[in-house]
């Protein structure tokens, strides 16, 4: 018998792999945002191109947060193609991005791929089925499916099943080649490779190579007890820790984890009693074995048996496939990425689109992929762009370039998909702890050094007006009042 999978695993852990988490925003504020209305004199340009000065509570924000103004870069424009600037200070200036260059990435690919693509994970059975066993291989070839998680693997091989199979004689074949991809250091980036954030992308990406460990106090028992998934074949868990009495702060390092032997996950400390039930994602400490564990782990958990082994490979040419899992609709992945600024969700739609042009995807072809498109939809001086999620540090772009991406976006016919992806402020994902007053769908970004915001803000007239503010300065993340007061000002602007 099957243990029952959770249904909010998705939502959980994808909020979770978000760069920018929610205690970037400090306070949620009412869903019910009110106006008010100011003269405010038309703005001129200065011979340096800006438009306008920076509203006196930004300006103030800045100073409490000790970031000159020569850091902030702002556009604020009319949604119209080429409508005026109301605001532009150091606009034209490239900055570090950070998770605002997933406006680049979901928007062209919206443009490119359109809003119902799907991706198809095609299963391949190679010999013939007597008697429930298989006398030959199974085969699954990645496309590049950002959202390929425990549910649905849980149904990918019930349908394996489905076809009569409880016991293979031969292997199970994983083919990634859809990406060509080089090893990479899961630390490399900010030396934290258990984050899940650091995942690699992968043509057949499961889980996000992570798990989601759910501890449940037991006072009866004084422990808590724990849950994983998915199952990982040949990895021991332990099933309980003991409880403590202490404050639950900082629970994950008062359990003293020991990740140094994949196949042997330990425990030496407590978990506190006063947490309650908590989920705790982690990428498992060895991603290249991830998938192998976690298709054997879930096959023998559904009953089935494996003669051989779990391994990769490539798909005889000849072969045709059984059937093919579907993913959702890029409309509903961008959400995911946009609301929670999942870096590698992203990372795998950026792949896709050279994937798709060229059959293989790459971040080198991926880059060019981009560049022309932003050339021939976009104009202007394209990003420089590293793996299309902005986790990077060496992507860059300028707030005028965003702000125009925003303009030609609005104007598109997938306008209302790219909007709908992106947080509400004070309502939901990387947004729900703004402070801001204002109405306004924006995406938001950070990194070490950089904060910024970038999407559509409503005034109480109907009108809406492009935001783009980005911070690039060691005290970025303490300047998010500013970024506040920019929305808000940019709600009361006619």
Known sequence: MTRPLRPLFVMLLTACLSSVWSAAWAQAHATQKTHKTRHTPSPTANASGDVGQLPPEVEAALQRAKVPREALHVVVLDTALNGPARLSVSAQTPVNPASLMKLV?????????????????????????????????????????????????????????????????????????????????????????????????????????????????????????????????????????????????????????????????????????????????????????????????????????????????????????????????????????????????????????????RGVGSLEASREVVQRWWRDRVGGEAPVLDNGSGLSRDERTSAQSLGHLLQVAWNSPSMSELMSSLPITGLDGTLKRSKSQAVAHLKTGSLRDVAGVAGYVDTASGKRWVLVAILNHPNANAARPALDALIDWAAQQP
């Open 105 to 357: 990435t979901t928007t062209a690919a919206l443009d490119l791929l359109g809003p119902a693509f799907v991706w198809r994970t095609p299963v391949y059975v190679e010999g013939v089925v007597r008697d429930g066993t298989l006398q030959g291989n199974v085969y699954l070839r990645g496309s590049g499916d950002p959202r390929l998680v425990v549910e649905r693997l849980w149904l990918l091989l019930r349908r394996v099943q489905g076809l009569g199979i409880q016991k293979i004689q031969g292997d199970i074949v994983l083919d990634h080649s859809a990406f060509d991809m080089a090893p990479r250091d899961a630390g490399g980036f900010d030396g934290e490779p258990l984050r899940p954030y650091n995942a690699a992308p992968d043509a057949l990406l499961l889980n996000f190579k992570s798990l989601l460990i759910q501890f449940v106090p037991d006072r009866s028992a004084n422990v808590a007890r724990i849950q994983v998934e998915p199952p990982l074949a040949g990895v021991q868990m332990p099933t309980s820790v003991p409880l403590s009495t202490e404050a639950c702060n900082d629970y994950r390092t008062g359990l003293r984890a020991d990740w140094t032997d994949p196949a042997r996950v330990k425990f030496a400390g407590s978990y506190p009693a006063s947490c309650g039930e908590k989920m705790w994602p982690v990428a498992y400490s060895a991603p290249t074995q991830f998938a192998a564990r976690a298709v054997l782990g879930m096959w023998q958990q559904l009953g089935g048996q494996l003669v051989g082994q779990v391994r990769d490979g490539t798909v005889p040419t000849n072969l045709q496939p059984a059937f093919s899992a579907e993913s959702a609709a890029l409309s509903e992945t961008i959400r995911d990425i946009n609301k929670y600024s999942n870096n590698v969700m992203a990372q795998q739609v950026f792949l896709t689109l050279s994937q798709q042009q």
